[in-house]
């Protein structure tokens, strides 16, 4: 009866899984980058940025024409916007993985002020929350939605951690202070990537049940 | 549901002759609100809104069971069909102006009503022409044949002609299907803008019609309510599975 349209909704569904992967292969790659001082690598995430505006672009046009030839309703109304909204903040942490490699081509050759450990830590736990989003939305997955909600604590808390350590270091060394404020500024980056997972994971949530943070928006 | 109760429909099962189009049906309609009923074809939608104003008693064969209340008062035992169709108006899908003067169609029921002063007519037939939005187009050829308007005007004449006996309630049979988008907009407009003084209920096969106009929608489905909530509800996150696959067009 409506082949034609959910032909383009799978047509979606891949397009958000291709994107997803592109982000999480870029997080994983920017750390990779910073870990083993890779500037080769660290550019090559930063050519990444270029191919995940694209995506988002080509997934943004595919939503707004879906919403102008089928005027959906109910989930497949949830669904379009949820991808319409979710597309902004994988950008974003296509963005913030980028800028994470731009600072590792700056600091490579130097020798690191320390031995890094919570860095990697937060970056498994983001790339899990990033991949955790898209699967959800992916698999309309409500309990894995909540999970990558609840793990932003953890990320959290790393941050916190890494920010008291830094802090610590340049009051016993203050010829630190730069490669710290870096450290700072790529774990700033990671805690955002966490947070625009749980934007992802949010919507992913109104799209299952119409509720967007506990509110019923439509 | 803050308003009161306009029309109250308890448990109505419709027979014509041996088959039954409409099964234990039970929904309360609130005052001053716009209310649609959506469904495929043959689901029941136009029976229903037919039952509200007794158009099924000419039906032969039609018999109905259970209650339907307007304003408490149950229209099939306690209510003079005619007093009932003064007070529910009807509009149906194609425009049916009668084939007489615009001034005469407004004028017609009302006189069937026994007003006989010229003033009083006047003043009745401008008022319903401007409540339908029309005058200002029309009031220069209040004689000439109603005939001669564009099927959207025709429409909106009839709108008139329903209001011009000062109803508590309109009914409306698919009002636009026959209409271009702009003719569409218009009268959507109107119905909006009536509400403040009229109980709209409204059959529509027009989902985005439904959406934009109503704040409250039943899905009809062989003769039965799947579902009846806020308009918003319905069409975001629809309860009844069956709702969903209509709405979203798998079925129907």
Known sequence: MRTRFDRELETLNLEMIQMGSLIERSIESTVQALIEKDVELAQEVIGYDKDIDDMEREIETRCLRLLLQQQPVAADLRLISTALKMITDMERIGDNAADI??????????????????????????????????????????????????????????????????????????????????????????????DHAVNIAEWVVFSLTGEHKNHRIL | MSEPIKFSIQDVNLYYGDFQALHHISLDVPQNSITAFIGPSGCGKSTMLKSLNRMNDLVEGCRIEGDILLDGVDVYRQMDAVELRRRVGMVFQKPNPFPMSIYDNIAYGPRTHGVKSRSQLDEIVEESLRAAAMWDEVKDRLKKSALGLSGGQQQRLCIARALSVKPEVLLMDEPTSALDPISTMKIEDLVLEIKKKYTIIIVTHNMQQATRISDRTAFFLHGEVVEYDDTANLFSMPKDKRTEDYITGRFG
């Open chain 1, 101 to 194: 490699g731009e600072i590792t081509c700056r600091i490579a050759r130097e020798d690191y002020i320390k031995e890094l450990r919570h860095i990697p830590m937060m970056a498994e736990a983001t790339i899990r929350m990033v991949k955790g989003s898209v699967d959800a939305f992916v698999h309309r997955d409500l309990e894995k939605a909540q999970q990558v909600i609840d793990t932003d604590d953890e990320v959290d808390d790393l941050f916190e951690e890494i920010k008291a350590e830094l802090i610590g270091m340049i009051h016993q060394d203050a010829d630190c202070g730069a490669q710290a404020v870096d450290f700072l500024m790529i774990s700033k980056y990671l805690e955002r990537i966490g």
